[in-house]
């Protein structure tokens, strides 16, 4: 038997490694099973060229929980080590680096840590988070002398015991005799779900106990005439040792894309838009698929969906700040070897690799959809309003997107028609070019509730835009920063006469006078609080009253909720109650007389006008209605 004390002075390396990893001790399974695919993966390699004759065998990895001895075992059929491979690679390359950690950490912030970890070895010493004791029980694969099976124990100190012992096959079982404040590792529960979490597509086997099922009893039917079924016992495996992004795509199905994008998202029912299937392997090495969701209005709830792994090792799915944050709407997997395993998003956000990584993602996703406009162009206005976020959204915060999604990101008007911007640019600018020669996009947020608007402008052989999205008032204003000598206006900012200014204003059949005599009349009915009366000069076929929203200080309010902000958000909506002056209702109002007759009338076309905004609720409404009925007697 060999003792000895690990060549370390730090006396205290377990706590402090203890301590540190706390916030993430479950990640020593990951470590584990990742050190035993290692080892088996560097067994094929070494049988793929001839140094190793006899047949493998089975290279299943086996976690075996035993609550009763407070043990968990992982157990590989892989390289094994020899008592020599053990001294060296457990006791002085690992433990040096973990001591070299232990003095880069020390005199430094837990968020400032949190970029070291992963660089010095602390894969299998993580085992310590959870465990009192460790053990490892080891045979090589090779023969000969100094080839014998070898136990090493540590209970968490520096000191250590290195003996011979008795093993059948090679191998390696880590046994972890769990610690008592981490006893939640002994319950199957939390270890089948680590390990689909961790380890649902490695490229070796790994069995996790039996699990019951049923099947069906081919030729056997109930007393009721239906198919028969018997309960039965089968080994458990959890992975996938050949997901989809490691095939070819000349190998794979719509379907097969399909399946495994339900393999990824079981609870997820509806299908994908269409998918990017990545295989780079210069300058950097990528593999993956991404898949374009339905994305819903609220995309704060899509994110969280790209899974990032490391040689099939999953690392986080929380990628925002490692890719573009529109691509994290998209849902799918990303492996990348040159992806540090164990290091902080932070440090991730900073390293060189994924930033070119990233750069290269967003140009496939541009090259996929700029592919489908060209060559399918009924496809993708079909799947345009299931998408339209995602590519405003990488308009707004990616100037490099936006110089390739300008071919092929799309404008829709109200009569459902779609058109490219350069395409919308020639269709609107004979009609909608004002006096000033300035281009002016029209848009509606919502076609019902500003359908009077809408119907008053297209009267006027103006085109209306669907602008209803979520992102579309940072879209609009990104255009207007794009576009030159343009501006977007809702249809209800103002009336439609001043929408697009072609001309001089009509004359008005009211003098300031007049005007001034009725303005308090219907502040008063309308309540100045809100709204702001004025005058303008129409049509008398217009409306004699409409209710505008201003542009510039309705989208300030709209983007500020939208963001998060409250210091608009808070602030109550404002109005304009633009009066007609050249309405005959309104020359009527002026010539009346008796002061009841005036503030009815007055009153009258106010809720008309709220009612076409839906600005008429509760006890305005009622007194609307009543009005009404008596007006009609």
Request: proline share 4%.
């Amino acid at each position: 038997m060999q003792t000895g004390k690990i060549n370390v002075q730090t006396e205290n390396i377990f706590p402090i490694i203890k301590k540190f990893l706390y916030s993430d001790h479950e990640i020593f399974l990951r470590e584990l099973i990742s050190n035993a695919v290692d080892a088996t993966q560097k067994l094929r390699a070494l049988s793929s060229m001839g140094n190793i004759k006899e047949d493998l065998g089975d290279l299943t990895i086996e976690v075996i929980l035993d609550k009763e001895k407070g043990t968990l075992t992982v157990r590989d059929n892989g390289i094994g080590m020899t008592a020599e491979e053990v001294d060296k690679y457990i006791n002085q390359i690992a433990f040096s680096g973990a001591e070299e950690f232990i003095k880069k950490y020390k005199g430094k912030s837990e968020a400032d840590a949190a970029q070291l970890i992963g660089h010095f070895g602390l894969g299998f010493y993580s085992s310590f988070m959870v465990s009192s004791k460790v053990g490892i029980y080891t045979k090589t694969y090779k023969k000969g002398p100094g080839s014998k099976a070898v136990k090493w124990e540590c209970d968490g100190s520096p000191e250590y015991t290195l003996t011979e012992t008795e093993k059948a096959g090679r191998g390696t079982d880590i046994v972890l005799h769990i610690a008592d404040d981490s006893k939640e590792f002994l319950e199957e529960s939390r270890i089948l779900g680590l390990l689909k979490k961790y380890c649902k597509f490695l490229p070796v086997p790994i069995r996790f106990g039996n699990e019951k099922t049923w099947e069906k009893v081919e030729g056997e039917k109930d007393e009721k005439g239906n198919d028969k079924y018997d309960e039965i016992e089968k080994p458990r495996f959890i992975n996938n040792t050949n997901p989809a992004w490691k095939r070819k795509p000349v190998e794979l199905t719509d379907e097969d894309y399909n399946s495994f994008y339900h393999e990824l998202y079981p609870s997820t029912f509806e299908e994908p838009l269409f998918n990017i299937h990545l295989n780079v392997d210069y300058p950097f090495n990528l593999t993956g698929i991404l898949y374009f969701p339905k994305v819903k209005r609220n995309i704060e709830v899509q994110k969280e969906k790209i899974q990032l792994y490391s040689n099939q090792v999953f690392v986080t799915d929380s990628v925002e700040g490692i890719v573009p944050d529109f691509l994290t709407l998209m849902h799918g997997v990303l492996d990348s070897p040159d992806i540090p395993l164990n290091v902080s998003r932070s440090y991730l956000q900073s390293d060189a690799n994924v930033k070119k990584i990233s750069n290269h993602i967003m140009k496939k996703v541009a090259d996929k959809l700029e592919d489908i406009f060209k060559n399918n162009r009924e496809e993708f206005e079909k799947k345009w309003d299931d998408i339209r976020v995602f590519i405003e959204y990488g308009i707004i915060t990616e100037p490099k997107f936006y110089e390739r999604a300008e071919k092929f990101c799309l404008f829709k008007n109200t009569q459902g028609k779609y058109f490219t911007f350069e395409e919308y640019k020639n269709h609107i600018s004979a009609a909608q070019t004002d006096k000033d020669k300035k281009l002016v996009y029209l848009y509606t947020s919502d076609a019902d509730e500003q359908h009077g608007f809408i119907d008053a402008a297209t009267g006027r052989g103006y085109d209306v835009l669907m602008m209803d999205g979520p992102l579309d008032n940072h879209f609009i204003n990104t255009l207007e920063q794009k576009f030159e000598n343009t501006s977007f206006v809702r249809v209800d900012a103002d009336v439609t006469d001043n929408l697009i200014k072609k001309e001089e204003a009509l004359p008005s059949k009211l003098n300031e006078e007049e005007k001034n005599k009725l303005k308090p009349l219907f502040e008063e009915v309308a309540g100045k609080e809100r709204y702001t009366v004025v005058f303008e000069s129409m049509s008398e076929t217009d409306m004699p009253v409409q209710i505008t929203r201003p542009e510039f200080m309705r989208r300030m309010k709209d983007m500020s909720m939208l963001g998060g902000a409250s210091y608009m958000g808070n602030f109550p909506d404002s109005f304009n109650l633009v009066v007609n002056s050249n309405h005959p209702l309104i020359a009527r109002l002026n010539d009346e007389k008796d002061e009841t007759n005036r503030k009815t009338l007055a009153r009258q076309m106010t809720d008309l006008a709220k009612l076409a905004q839906n600005l008429l609720k509760g006890e305005e409404l009622t007194g609307f209605i009543k009005r009404s009925v008596e007006i009609i007697k």
